[in-house]
């Protein structure tokens, strides 16, 4: 708990001071990043922190990117009004819905995602951190285009002619576009009426990880009805 608690600190004073802004899919922007957990103290930790967090605002980040979300509530219990402060601040930043209740000796911390959002990283390391972090906290993830030494599963797909559905119902077609560009598809939609006529594609290769073979195969079986062409690793 101290280790996480450490890191989600450093998350924050860090990360989240990035001149470099990440769209995630539903308009909010992010560029959550984290220093690497060391053993040193917590102490010199924290004036590492502050002494090169205008250095490390300066650096660019690389196209790597995490999508993650979470559909119903989740409520976890944190043992001090300091460390909910932490999780709280953190789960808002990268765009969750979060409720607090303070129960005297502990918070209980309730939050969702109930939508794909994503957020963009500068390393591989950093990539490991918050794909951790976010499954800690009870979320799916992917990694779009992930680390090459990844042990993970993954799909590499691609759909190169055009596909045009007409979706009916708009909350299904919201999420269904929302995670089409979360894969990095190019998607146009325009609403008709009754119905939202959209077109997909994804003329070039994309690779995608997942947490696990169940995961895995759920994506490459909705990839598939959707039309495109998929390779399955592990």
Not at 80 to 92: C, F, G, N
Not at 95 to 117: A, L, P, T
Not at 226 to 231: A, D, N
Request: some cysteine; hydrophobic content about 35%.
């Amino acid at each position: 708990m101290k280790y996480l608690a450490i890191l989600t600190a450093i998350t924050l004073v860090v990360g989240f001071n990035q001149s470099v802004n990440a769209q995630t899919n539903v308009s909010n922007k992010t560029e959550p990043a984290v220093e690497s957990p060391t053993s040193q103290p917590e102490s010199t930790q924290t004036r590492q922190v502050q002494r090169t967090s205008t250095a490390i605002a300066k650096v660019k980040s690389a196209p790597k990117k995490i999508g993650f979300r979470l559909k119903e509530w989740k409520t976890i219990h944190t043992p001090s009004i300091e460390d909910a402060q932490v999780t709280i601040a953190t789960l808002k930043k990268i765009g969750c819905e979060v409720e607090s209740d303070d129960h005297g000796n502990h918070v209980d911390v309730k939050y969702r995602c109930s939508e794909w959002k994503s957020m963009k990283v500068a390393t591989d390391q950093l990539v490991n951190q918050w794909v951790t972090w976010c499954a800690g906290k009870g979320m799916e993830t992917i990694v779009v285009d992930p680390p090459e030494t990844t042990q993970k599963p993954t799909i590499t797909f691609r759909l190169l002619v055009e596909r045009n559905v007409h979706l009916h119902d708009e909350t299904q077609a919201k999420q269904i576009l929302n995670t089409l560009k979360l894969i990095n598809c190019k998607v146009t939609s325009n609403q008709h009426g009754d119905h939202m006529d959209a077109t997909f594609s994804c003329p070039n290769w994309v690779t995608i990880e997942l947490p696990s073979k169940g995961s895995a195969d759920g994506w490459k079986a909705w990839l598939d009805e959707s039309g495109f062409e998929t390779q399955l690793t592990r």
